[in-house]
């Protein structure tokens, strides 16, 4: 017989999270810092977390002056021996811990033909086993009761591949198959696992490309909103993922890109009205 979930109390408010913790992983800068704001600004106080702990103090003094908390503590997910440390802190300070966002990740952009042995482990043990292995150490603490909500970060190569990103596509889309794995696995313990899948936004990581007019023009004519990410375009459906509006909702890829998953391409010149 499946085990009972046990309920919290729902707010009034369904996209309100006073009272509850989340984890935000790979915040020292970027879409990470950009969803520990939203996750504070609807109520929720934090634990964020970067390979490099001083990093983080900008942030922390940045979340604390909103009246939330926030917990700096240090993280490496390709070692899990750090993730485990970094759970346990975490909820030895806190008590309870009912968010976890997954974004800790890297990329490494070549060719195929030169992707080394190295450049794979790196991306694919940071992205995919750091995504696995945070999120199993999380949910022992959730299971016991009966709640949790887990949010990993995806991206648009979660289900499109793209040249010169072959380690990141497989990584990515790796994210959005165990997302399914484990909402399956662990519905049964009232935690949803679902999986945030951003389009092309303009991060740390992809500045380079945004420095390319004609890149960017193409890009834009490829999304039927006309214009790339801007990082509020994602705060409504993390704190939507992370809050009991999405009580039902679980194992699912949520994707944030403006429509270029729809397939559209670029109009030739006599097809432009």
């Not at 696992?193 to 960017?216: H, I, M, S």
Request: glycine share 10%.
């Amino acid at each position: 017989n499946p085990i009972p979930i046990k309920r919290q109390k729902m707010s009034d408010n369904l996209f309100d999270l006073s009272g509850k913790v989340a984890i935000v992983t790979g915040a020292s800068r970027g879409l990470g810092q950009y969803f520990g704001r939203a996750l504070a600004t609807a109520g929720s106080d934090l634990v964020i977390t970067s390979r490099r702990l001083e990093t983080l103090a900008p942030f922390q003094k940045e979340i604390e002056s909103m009246g939330r908390r926030a917990l700096p503590l240090q993280l490496d997910v390709r070692d899990f021996d750090s993730i485990q440390q970094m759970v346990e802190a975490a909820w030895r300070h806190y008590g309870q811990i009912e968010i976890l966002v997954n974004n800790a990740g890297c990329n490494v952009r070549k060719p195929s033909v030169e992707v080394t042995w190295d450049d794979w482990n790196l991306v694919l043990d940071t992205n995919l086993r750091g995504t696995f292995f945070v999120a199993q150490a999380m949910a022992r603490k959730m299971i016991p009761r009966r709640y949790g909500k887990i949010i990993n970060i995806g991206s648009v190569t979660s289900v499109f591949g793209y040249a010169g990103l072959a380690p990141y596509c497989a990584s990515r889309g790796g994210v959005k198959q165990l997302t399914m794995s484990l909402a399956d696995d662990w519905g049964k313990f009232g935690i949803t696992v679902n999986c945030l899948a951003p389009g092309w936004f303009k991060t740390a990581q992809t500045r380079v490309l945004y420095e390319d007019k004609t890149w960017v023009d193409y890009l834009v004519d490829r999304i039927p909103l006309k214009r790339p990410g801007a990082p509020r375009d994602l705060d409504g459906a993390l704190v939507f993922l992370a809050s009991d509006a999405a009580e039902y909702v679980t194992g699912q890829t949520l994707l944030i890109d403006g429509g270029i998953t729809t397939g559209s391409t670029r109009a030739l010149p006599a097809q432009k009205r």
